[in-house]
C-alpha cells in the first residue's frame, strides 16, 4: 500500500518511487498530483442465469498535495483526494460507491500530518496518515494494475487513519515502525480513508520490519490489530508478508501473502496471496503480469456452516509512457469464483495517467 516501501520495484509506467515528482514553488514548499481515469469492460457470470455484461467510464480518482518544510527536520504533508461516488458498474472495479469521506462526499482531506526528524535514523509522524502494509499502493497512480489483486471480500489491507507513528532506519538495510491510530479497519473496505476518531472505544496499533541486506531483494513483514470497539463487533488482526526481487535490469518478480482474522463473522476470516512479474521491454513499454487469489474462512453457525467464497484471478496489464508525466495502461484479468452466486468473469480495462 505504502509506494515508499515498493523499494525494488521499477516501472516505465508506474514505479514505485520513494515519494511523488513535486513541482518546487520556493525552497520550503513543493506541490504534486496526478489523475486518473479508465474504461472497464466486464463481463460477469452467475452460477445461474445469463451473463451480465457492464461497462465504465470514469474519472476513477485525483491527488492534489503539497509538502512543507520549514525547516530541515520538520516535514508536513498535505493533501486533497477526489474519488467518485455512485460506484462503478464494473464488478471489481476501482470506484468507490460511498464517496471517500465519512458523509459520503466525492472529496476529502486525504495527507495531514506533520514528521519530526529526530536524528539516528528516527521520525516520528503525527496527523492523519497511510497505513503501513501492503504490497499494492493504495494510489491509482502507483498501482501495477488498473484494479487491485486481493480486495474483493476480506479486504485486509487498511486505508489512511489518524494517530502517531516512529519510523527508525537502524542502518542502510533494516527499517522498523510503530503505530498507534484511532483505528485500523474504521470502514469496511480497502479505499476507506477515516478513522473513527477515538481511541477510548476502539485503537489500532501496527508495526512493520523491512531488509533489504541482500542484493535486489527487498523483504517486509507487518502486523496490524484493530480492538473491539463501535465499530468492529471483534478484535481483527492482519499479518501480511511480501517480498521482491529484481532478477535483472528488465525483470522483477514479487510474492505476497496477508491472513485476516475479524472473529466468526462472515468474510471476516481467510487469507489472501498474489505472484506478480514484470517485464521491461524497452524504456518506455513495460509489463505486469498477475496472479493472485483468496481463500474466505467458513463460518459455523449453530449447526449449519455457511462456506466462504473463494477466487483466483489471472491477469495481464502493459503499459505505455507517453511522456514522463503521461502514461496509458492496459489490463486484461480472467477470475474464477467458488463457494459464491458468482462463476466467473472476464475484466478489459484501459486506463490514463497524467502525473506531476
Known amino acids: 500500500m505504502n509506494i515508499r516501501m515498493k523499494l525494488a520495484a ?16 520556493n525552497d520550503n514548499i513543493s506541490v504534486y498530483g496526478w489523475t486518473v481515469g479508465s474504461y472497464q469492460y466486464s463481463s460477469l457470470k452467475p452460477t445461474t442465469g445469463s451473463t451480465i455484461s457492464t461497462d465504465s467510464l470514469n474519472v476513477d480518482a485525483g491527488l492534489l498535495g503539497a509538502t512543507i518544510t520549514p525547516t530541515k527536520d520538520v516535514t508536513a504533508t498535505v493533501s486533497m483526494y477526489y474519488r467518485p461516488s455512485g460506484g462503478n458498474a464494473v464488478p471489481g472495479g476501482t470506484n468507490d460507491a460511498s464517496g471517500v469521506s465519512p458523509s459520503g462526499s466525492e472529496v476529502t482531506l486525504l495527507d495531514a500530518y506533520v514528521a519530526y526528524d529526530c536524528g539516528n535514523g528516527l521520525t516520528a509522524t503525527a496527523g492523519k496518515f497511510l497505513s503501513a502494509l501492503g504490497y499494492e499502493s493504495f494510489y491509482q497512480v502507483s498501482d501495477n494494475m488498473i484494479t487491485l489483486a486481493n480486495q474483493q471480500f476480506l479486504a485486509p489491507i487498511p486505508g489512511y487513519h489518524d494517530g502517531v507513528k516512529l519510523d527508525y532506519a537502524a542502518d542502510k538495510t533494516t527499517t522498523v515502525g510503530i503505530a498507534l491510530v484511532d483505528s485500523e479497519y474504521s470502514k469496511p473496505g480497502y479505499n476507506a480513508t477515516e478513522g473513527d476518531g477515538e481511541l477510548r472505544h476502539n485503537a489500532g496499533f501496527e508495526a512493520y520490519a523491512t531488509y533489504t541486506g541482500v542484493e535486489n531483494l527487498t523483504l517486509w513483514a507487518g502486523v496490524g490489530y ?9 478484535s481483527v488482526y492482519v499479518l501480511d508478508f511480501w517480498a521482491s526481487y529484481t532478477i535483472d535490469k528488465s525483470s522483477t518478480v514479487a510474492i505476497e501473502e496477508i491472513y485476516k ?3 466468526n463473522f462472515a468474510l471476516s476470516k481467510g487469507s489472501n496471496w498474489l505472484v506478480y512479474y ?3 521491454f524497452t524504456d518506455k513499454l513495460s509489463s505486469w503480469f498477475a496472479f493472485s487469489g483468496e481463500d474466505v474462512s467458513n463460518v459455523t453457525i449453530g449447526k449449519t456452516t455457511i462456506l466462504g467464497p473463494r477466487y483466483w484471478s489471472a491477469s495481464l496489464a502493459p503499459a505505455y509512457a507517453v511522456t514522463a508525466n503521461l502514461s496509458v495502461k492496459f489490463q486484461y484479468t480472467y477470475t474464477k469464483y467458488s463457494h459464491t452466486v458468482l462463476k466467473d468473469n472476464n475484466l478489459i480495462a484501459t486506463e490514463v495517467v497524467f502525473k506531476f
Open 226 to 234: 484493530d480492538t473491539k470497539g463501535s465499530f468492529e463487533p471483534h
Open 10 to 25: 521499477v516501472a516505465a509506467f508506474a514505479a514505485a518511487l520513494p515519494a511523488f515528482a513535486q513541482i518546487k514553488i
Open 261 to 263: 482474522d475479524g472473529g
Open 278 to 280: 514484470q517485464y521491461l
